[in-house]
């Protein structure tokens, strides 16, 4: 039951010099819809995030939340219009505490952000026992849960995760996923990329796959997972 198109990137063309990496993108997020975005490694998807979040300036095309042109915008004015991303590699302050960090999230918004930290911290029971350690002592889960923590705190009306479980242990990406199901069952729209498509795909309304900076497959998260000649191309599927 998803609702109106909230985010949308159209005939999106971005690279790094001459050689284009995104060719025509065109993608549509609805309100309340988690969509994954899959694909090899360097397909583009990092790219795209980057262009959404204002920190990659695309060459051509459109980028739209809520009816509001993207383009030209800088990462911090996407950032309060509400499209919030937590980049690859988690990206925390090792030296500032837990807690600091999760502060940092709602420069922005700082209004009840006491309330919004514990808030948050309930949310997050493992950042609660190490709520005032410095953030490079946490495991590789802790901070990728601090990092998404961090990015609630700036009211995301569409959040984008770049791949969130690379590198964690199987156990840990499973505990993961229990944190994106429930923040999907709270209708938050997101964009998921990551690595481990059928994990994705379990969780997604919907999916594009990318493929050399091309869109080369779109539909229902089942359609997607039951296209068994996609899974094996794109998917890491045997
Ligand atoms: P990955 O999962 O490996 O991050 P991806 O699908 O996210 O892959 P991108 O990171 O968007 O892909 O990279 C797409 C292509 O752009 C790759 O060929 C990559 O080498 C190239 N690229 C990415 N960042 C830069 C950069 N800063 N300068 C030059 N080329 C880049």
Known sequence: TAGAELLGVDALTAGYGAAPVLQ?????????????????NGAGKSTLMRALSGLHRPVMGGMHLDGVALEGLGAEQVVGLGLVLVPEGRQVFPEL??????????????????????????????????AHQ???????????????????????????????????????????????????????????????????????????????GRVVAQGTAAEIAGDSALARA?????
């Open 97 to 130: 505490s837990v807690v600091d960090n999760i502060r940092l999230g709602a420069f922005r918004c700082p209004d009840r952000m006491e309330e919004r930290l514990e808030a948050m911290l309930d949310r997050f029971p493992r950042l609660r026992e190490r």
């Open 234 to 238: 794109y998917l890491g599927a045997h």
């Open 134 to 212: 410095r953030a490079g002592l946490l495991s590789g889960g802790e901070q990728q849960m601090l990092a998404i923590a961090r990015g609630l705190m700036a009211k995301p009306r569409v959040l984008l995760l770049d791949e969130p479980s690379l590198g964690l242990a199987p156990k840990v990406i499973e505990d993961l996923f229990g944190v994106l199901d429930r923040l999907r069952g709270e209708a938050l729209t997101i964009v998921l990329v990551d690595q481990m498509a059928s994990l994705a795909l379990a969780l997604a309304d919907r999916a594009y796959v990318l493929e050399g």
């Open 24 to 40: 025509q993108v065109g993608i549509k997020v609805r309100e309340g819809e988690l969509v994954a975005l899959l694909g090899a």
